[in-house]
Antibody
């Protein structure tokens, strides 16, 4: 069974940084592309970032480009999202996803940015 | 970037109704479209991918169709557990983009 477990969320001040992690199990992590998606309170889904299975290729939404960095450690079956220069509008639940087509989702990690 | 426009943004329907939700892409995305269902407080769940492929375990009352720029999600006979918010996603190119969502409520 595919399992994706996010961690690292919490309360952070505006302008601060946070690093989210996603622990993957139940599949060969190194063979899959991975993605991050978020959802602000009461709002729709927003795609954020993608990383290829090898980590060589990454893409970002314009809203986070230059502030967020996606990375992975295939030896640890883990996906990461480094978030810098956080803003109030980054407050959201952040979901880790398997694949570029978002086949499987984690339970999400809540990030709250307070000014 | 490809823009995805869903309609309607909200609708009400009764159990047993046939429901159709539409998603339009700002440019040709072939059949690279997925549909997701999200219930309040829950994680989104993929229903359909490549426009018409049903995700394993999803009831057959759900179907998807379309290609190019216009796509539809159809629920053939609405069940109580289908009241939720539905999102489309283009998986043709990066950045991926979601539609704004369609909230399906009980009439």
């Amino acid at each position: 069974e595919v399992q994706l477990v996010e961690s690292g969320g919490g309360l952070v001040q505006s302008g601060g940084s946070l690093r989210l992690s996603c622990a993957a199990s139940g599949f060969t992590f190194s063979s899959y592309d991975m993605s991050w998606v978020r959802q602000s309170p009461g709002k729709g889904l927003e795609w954020l970032s993608y990383i290829s299975s090898s980590g060589d290729t990454t893409y970002y939404a314009d809203s986070v480009k230059g502030r967020f960095t996606i990375s992975r450690d295939n030896a640890k079956n883990s996906l990461y999202l480094q978030m810098n220069s956080l803003r109030d509008e980054d407050t959201a639940i952040y979901y880790c996803n398997r694949g570029g087509w978002l086949a499987d989702w984690g339970q999400g990690s809540l990030v709250t940015v307070s000014s | 970037d490809i823009q995805m426009t869903q309609s309607p943004s909200a609708m009400s329907a009764s159990v047993g109704d046939r429901v159709t939700i539409t998603c339009r892409a700002s440019q040709d995305i072939s059949n690279s479209l997925a549909w997701f269902q999200q219930k309040p407080g829950k994680v989104p769940k993929r229903l359909i991918y490549t426009a018409s492929s049903l995700q394993s375990g999803v009831p057959s009352r759900f179907s998807g169709s379309g290609s190019g720029t216009e796509f539809t999600l159809t629920i053939s006979s609405l069940q109580p557990e289908d009241f939720a918010t539905y999102y489309c996603l283009q998986h043709h190119s990066y950045p991926r983009t979601f539609g704004q969502g369609t909230q399906l409520q009980i009439k």
